[in-house]
């Protein structure tokens, strides 16, 4: 079965400081791996995402993430943060073993706390 | 464009009631996920419709819990005899197509049985 480990449940960074924020997967295949964001009371929000080719992903918002096979790895990083990327970041695998890749398995998501 | 809808934002209701869930997927969406999302947890999948059929209901938790897509667009989900344990956050999301598309989520619908 398919999972996702987030080890940090709770992050706190100085804004303008960079950001990385770990995920590991389990997955039986060549998996396709997401990062959502979510706000207080809000729903998810596409990050960015791999389903092949280059490793280094570019995202929304200046995010991007790194696939790494050997360590299987897809870990989340930001060069400055800002305020406003206080939120949970959820880590997510699917892929074509699921029946779709949009059949997703989450992370328990890490929350994060940006001071001033 | 619009975005996926989801009603009521917020749902209280007794232990035993039955409820109504409704998401209304981004137009031309084919497909459309259910999501639950408890308190500190990521989203889990209950269940995903392709058209009109359920395509995958394998998150579903028990027979109290159903899913209806008709007209392969607006989707209700139905828990009937509601308990406390229920209580979470109900994720709708829809994709262009059930392949590696995106999903788009909703704000979620944020049931509450006392």
């Known amino acids: 079965a398919q999972s996702v480990t987030q080890p940090d449940i709770h992050i706190t960074v100085s804004e303008g400081a960079s950001l990385e924020l770990r995920c590991n997967y389990s997955y039986g295949a060549t998996p396709y791996l997401f990062w959502y964001v979510q706000s207080p009371g809000q729903g998810l929000q596409l990050l960015l995402k791999?389903?092949?080719?280059?490793?280094l992903v570019q995202g929304i918002k200046g995010f991007e993430a790194e696939f790494k096979r050997s360590q299987s790895s897809f870990n989340l990083r930001k060069p400055s943060v800002h305020w406003s990327d206080a939120a949970e970041y959820f880590c997510a695998v699917g892929g074509p073993y699921t029946g779709t890749a949009s059949k997703l398995t989450f992370g328990t998501g890490t929350r994060l706390q940006v001071t001033l | 464009g619009a975005g996926v809808s989801q009603t009521p934002s917020n749902k209280v209701t007794e232990k035993g009631k039955y409820v109504e869930l409704r998401c209304d997927p981004i137009s031309g969406h084919t497909a459309l996920y259910w999501y639950r999302q408890s308190l500190g947890q990521g989203p889990e999948f209950l269940i995903y419709?392709?058209?009109?059929?359920?395509?995958?209901d394998s998150g579903l938790p028990n027979d109290r819990f159903f899913a209806v897509r008709p007209e392969g667009s607006v989707s209700t989900l139905k828990i009937q005899r509601t308990e406390r344990g229920d209580s979470a956050m109900y994720l709708c999301?829809?994709?262009?197509?059930?392949?590696?598309?995106?999903?788009?989520f909703g704000n979620g619908t944020r049931l509450t049985v006392t």
């Open positions: 791999y389903f092949s080719g280059d490793t």
């Open positions: 419709f392709q058209g009109t059929g359920a395509a995958d």
């Open positions: 999301a829809s994709s262009l197509s059930p392949g590696n598309s995106p999903l788009h």
